[in-house]
């Protein structure tokens, strides 16, 4: 699907739960790809997402399982709740420099998801952000993240070293729970 010039956002819902669909070029113009736009496309392969994008909300990929990379808008600041929720073909994800806060559930179940590049404008990582991402082998957390909450990055069986900056005021509940390779 090719989306038209002229379009300015993409509606709640537009295209949920449509399981054929394998790829989408949205335009230059639109600004929001609103909460679950893409939700349930399970066949989704690829996102051609333009930088005038501000802000991609809650669910807008959740359950895009074939989905394999995604070039997130240079100009994000919020990594939206469950955003690529169930995203198990995710293998890399590189946050934009802009970005302050990566939300509950973000990355949940991104069961592929190898390599995340955090930058150094986060300050908050959400309560289940990386939750059983079982491929994630090493993360680094920037010395702007003050708090990482619950759940953070529990389940992520491959987790072998993780960085935690000075800066970081609270660890939550959980935050690496059950992170077996952790050493």
Known sequence: VVIPDGVTAMGEYAFSSCTSLTSVTIPDGVTFIRESAFSGCSNLTSV????????????????????????????????????????????????????????????????????????????????????????????????????????????CTSLESIVIPEGVKTISRGVFGNCKNLK
């Open 48 to 155: 051609s997402i333009p930088n005038s994008v501000i802000s991609i909300e809650q669910g807008a990929f959740w359950g895009c399982g074939r989905l394999t990379d995604i070039v997130l808008p240079a100009h994000l600041t919020t990594i939206n709740d469950s955003v690529f929720y169930e995203c198990s073909s995710l293998t890399s994800v590189t946050i934009p420099n802009g970005v302050k806060s990566i939300q509950r559930c973000a990355f949940d179940l991104c069961s592929n998801l190898k390599s995340v590049k955090i930058p150094d404008s986060v300050t908050s990582i959400g309560s289940e952000a990386f939750i059983a991402c079982s491929s994630l082998k090493d993360i680094t957390i920037p010395d702007s993240v003050t708090s990482i909450g619950s759940d953070a990055f529990s389940l």
